[in-house]
């Protein structure tokens, strides 16, 4: 392999250490600890496990963790409420409503009702509409492409002035990692499921972002000698050799993208960890802004 490991389990290590001294300082400044509110709908195992680790994560720097798990059988309107007391709850800066949602109920409407200043997950349109604007700042960016972006500039990769591919143009990462992508100055093309020549485009770039959720199917012919590549997918491939019956592996070909990048991720160990140490950046941000706010009002 050529290409050199970007490591995102210990960059998230190091980020939650750089997180748990700022939780410090704003404790000693404020007497007064950031708080998340994380709410379940449902049993999705997966769900679970993610919710727990957010929570543990939040322990580890000292932000206080608030948890509300509601019924698969949860209504639209008591989702809302549980939204609306954490909207009012002064000891609670962010608020994360795990996706996805039970069927029938309108995720759209749900994210809408979180506050702005307590969108630690960056999906509000208002969020992601100043993220797409020139001059205008997002009070939160959401945490996958966030994670992406500090992955990038803590391995020393140049953004201004490259050519970057996004594959993939979800909400959630592929749109806002293009926005980002050019609000750093790479010249950015997204491309998806009806994108003529998504090869060719895609081994001109000098940063692949692979967002598609189609297990390895960046493959090395996909990739231009040197470049860097982030891998965002997590998909299960079922292998009777692995522990739990399946692996994990991501929306690139690790070991033909590795022959030919100069930087790669793996999975697991590269973007995912990220994703949970930009939630708690992002929630140390609200916190810090609110306990300003309370101090010049
Ligand atoms: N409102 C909301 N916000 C989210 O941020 C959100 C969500 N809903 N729904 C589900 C997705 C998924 N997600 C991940 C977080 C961490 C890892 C992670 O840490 N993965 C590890 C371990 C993977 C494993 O072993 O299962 C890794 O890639 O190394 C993965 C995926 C956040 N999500």
């Keep these: 392999m050529a290409a050199q490991l970007i490591d995102g389990k210990a960059i998230a290590e190091q980020i939650r250490q750089e997180l748990k001294a700022e939780v410090d300082v704003l404790k000693q400044k404020y ?13 999705r195992k997966d769900s679970q496990t993610y919710v727990r680790n957010k929570k543990k994560a939040c322990d580890e720097v000292g932000i206080v963790s608030f948890g509300t798990d509601l019924p698969e059988t949860a209504s639209e309107e008591e989702v809302l409420q549980v939204v609306a007391a954490y909207n009012a709850d002064p000891a609670v800066h962010g608020i994360l409503v795990q996706l996805p949602l039970p069927r029938g109920i309108d995720e759209q409407r749900v994210l809408d009702a979180i506050s702005i200043e307590k ?3 960056g999906f509000h349109p208002l969020n992601i509409g100043r993220l797409a604007m020139r001059g205008r700042d997002p009070l939160f960016v959401p945490c996958t492409p966030k994670g992406c972006l500090e992955l990038l500039k803590r391995s020393g990769v140049q953004l201004s002035g490259k050519k970057a591919a996004v594959v993939g143009r979800s909400n959630i990462v592929g749109m806002p990692a293009a926005l980002l992508l050019q609000r750093e100055d790479a010249t950015v093309t997204v491309i998806h499921s009806r994108t003529p020549d998504a090869q060719r485009i895609c081994a001109e770039a000098d940063i692949i972002i692979a967002a598609c959720g189609k297990a390895e199917m960046v493959g090395g012919d996909w990739i231009k000698p040197g470049a860097a590549v982030i891998d965002v997918g997590i998909n299960a491939v079922d292998d009777p050799n692995a522990k739990r019956g399946y692996r994990l592996v ?20 590269g973007v995912g960890p990220m994703t949970i140490a930009m ?12 306990f300003e706010a309370e101090v010049s009002a």
């Design 31 to 43: 007497g007064k600890a950031p708080g998340l509110a994380v709410v379940l709908v449902g049993e």
């Design 119 to 121: 969108d630690v997950d």
């Design 250 to 269: 991501g929306d690139v070909n690790f070991a033909e993208a590795a022959e030919k990048a100069a930087k790669i991720t793996p999975v697991p160990g």
């Design 279 to 290: 939630l708690l950046r992002n929630c140390v941000d609200g916190a810090a802004r609110s």
